[in-house]
Antibody, heavy 122, light 108 residues
Framework: EVQLLESGGGLVQPGGSLRLSCAAS????????MSWVRQAPGKGLEWVSS????????YNADSVKGRFTISRDNSKNTLFLQMNGLRADDTAIYYC???????????????WGQGTRVTVSS | DIQMTQSPSSLSASVGDRVTITCRAS??????LNWYQQKPGTAPKLLIY???SLRSGVPSRFSGSGSGTDFTLTISSLQPEDFATYYC??????????FGQGTRLEIK
């Protein structure tokens, strides 16, 4: 069964850092682009960041550029999101999502994790 | 960036009704339009990709159509499990990936 399991969320003060992880199973992880999508309380979906299967291509939303870094460890089937300089408006549930591809990156997300909650507050 | 606008933002309907949700892109996105369903407290699920391709396992009462800037998601006969929030998403011009604001489908 294809599965994604996020971890690493929690309560952090403004300006602080967190590292989210997403453990993948049930598919050849290195073949697929992966993304992070977040959802603020009571709000819609917002794309955050994407990374290609080989990790040579990465994209970030303008709202997190310079603060968040996406990475992956294909030997451990794990996706990461390093979040620095956190702000109150980063408060959200963060989902990792698998691209429906390969061989190309499609930006269609066919499998989602259950999400991990990040709260930025003093 | 391409803006995605859904209408209506919320909708009340009854079991057995035919329901249509509309999504409009701020510029042409060819057929690179996808639909997701999200139930409270759960992650989104992909329903339809590339405008009209039904994801495996999704009931055939769901269908999608459109091209260019205007797209629709239709549920032919609403079932109790269909009451949820629906999001459209464009995958034509990325980054950024952009979603519509969502349409909440409620029981009348």
């Amino acid at each position: 069964e294809v599965q994604l399991l996020e971890s690493g969320g929690g309560l952090v003060q403004p300006g602080g850092s967190l590292r989210l992880s997403c453990a993948a199973s049930g598919f050849t992880f290195s073949n697929y682009a992966m993304s992070w999508v977040r959802q603020a309380p009571g709000k819609g979906l917002e794309w955050v960041s994407s990374i290609s299967g080989s990790a040579d291509i990465k994209y970030n939303a303008d709202s997190v550029k310079g603060r968040f870094t996406i990475s992956r460890d294909n030997s451990k089937n794990t996706l990461f999101l390093q979040m620095n300089g956190l702000r109150a408006d980063d408060t959200a549930i963060y989902y990792c999502a698998k691209d429906i591809g390969p061989p190309i990156t499609t930006d269609v997300f066919d499998i989602w994790g259950q999400g991990t909650r990040v709260t930025v507050s003093s | 960036d391409i803006q995605m606008t859904q209408s209506p933002s919320s909708l009340s309907a009854s079991v057995g009704d035919r329901v249509t949700i509309t999504c409009r892109a701020s510029q042409s996105i060819n057929s690179y339009l996808n639909w997701y369903q999200q139930k409270p407290g759960t992650a989104p699920k992909l329903l339809i990709y590339s405008t009209s391709s039904l994801r495996s396992g999704v009931p055939s009462r769901f269908s999608g159509s459109g091209s260019g800037t205007d797209f629709t998601l239709t549920i032919s006969s609403l079932q109790p499990e269909d009451f949820a929030t629906y999001y459209c998403q464009q995958s034509y011009s990325t980054p950024p990936v952009t979603f519509g604001q969502g349409t909440r489908l409620e029981i009348k």
